[in-house]
């Protein structure tokens, strides 16, 4: 299902389990993808919420 991710999307996949794991969440939600891509920070989403100020 991964394969057609970039790795930059790996990494924030991989970063959202992370984060759900250390909320004790068993499940991925919206909520850890985006702590997922604020955490991997080199993206446009990242640069984006950053500009926020998220």
Known sequence: MFER???R?????VLAQEEARMLNHNYI???HILLGLIHEGEGVAAKALESLGI
């Open 9 to 13: 999307a790996r990494r924030v996949v």
């Open 29 to 31: 939600g919206t909520e």
């Open 5 to 7: 991710f970039t790795d």
